[in-house]
């Protein structure tokens, strides 16, 4: 099983960095962590054909991490035929926010997702639930206050992979990567301004806490990648590929 990095960039797609998203795949399926504007290109960049991915799983509802579902169901709609709907998982309201989006993209609802191109799934807070070939345990994160944003913890084919989505630092944090085999973490800022996400500084107070067999940033601006890979810390590169 691998993860292979999609777009590692932050909302500003800084460097020239794709906005969020990472593909999990192994011998069951696959699976998209997040699924921002620029995925469905990165997909095809890749030599991943778009029908062949199985579930969507989202963080939350701002654009640089949902922005590329209705082009992901548009493709499906108008491609190659697809084995089987695709799952598009996330916080409550999941159908509701896409379909949103995908009118206002297309006015005569063309990205708008049938039955027979998407199944959607609302994922709850700390339940477990089957989403194509992983498990999942969502867990709220604070990141926008007036939305529920989550990380992921997924299992899959006996590994673990923790994704945070966006979020800032909080003492729960460690519960939920201790003993994962890869932490996929965001850390935006590099110094102590800046709100609702990970700051360096509190990363490099806090590392020994996570617990995780190993650690990857991503979603950093250009100062805070700077200065991780000046203090030696790995980060995610589009078109980066982590074996697990």
Known sequence: MRLQVLGSGDAF????????????????????LDCGPTTLPALRRSGVAPVTVDA???????????????????????????????????PPGV???????????????AAAAE??????????PEVRTQVGPAIVTPFRVPHDPGELCLGLRIEMEGK???????????DGLPAWTRGADLLLLECTHADGTGGHHVRLPELLAQRDRL???RLLLTHLGPEARHAAVSAGLPVADDGLQVEL
Do not use: K, M, N
Request: aromatic letters at 10%.
């Open 13 to 32: 797609a800084s460097g020239g960095r794709g906005h969020a998203a990472y593909l999990l795949e192994g011998a069951t399926g696959r699976i998209l």
């Open 95 to 109: 159908e509701q926010r896409v379909g949103e989006l995908a009118r206002a993209l297309y006015r005569g609802g």
């Open 115 to 124: 039955p027979e191109i998407a199944a959607f799934l609302e994922l709850e």
């Open 56 to 90: 969507v799983l989202l963080s939350h509802f701002h654009g640089d991490h949902f922005g590329g579902v209705p082009f992901l169901v548009l493709d499906r709609r108008y491609g190659d035929a697809a084995p089987h709907p695709i799952v598009i998982a996330g």
């Open 211 to 213: 617990g995780c067999r």
């Open 160 to 170: 673990v992979v923790v994704y945070s989505g966006d979020t800032e630092w909080f």
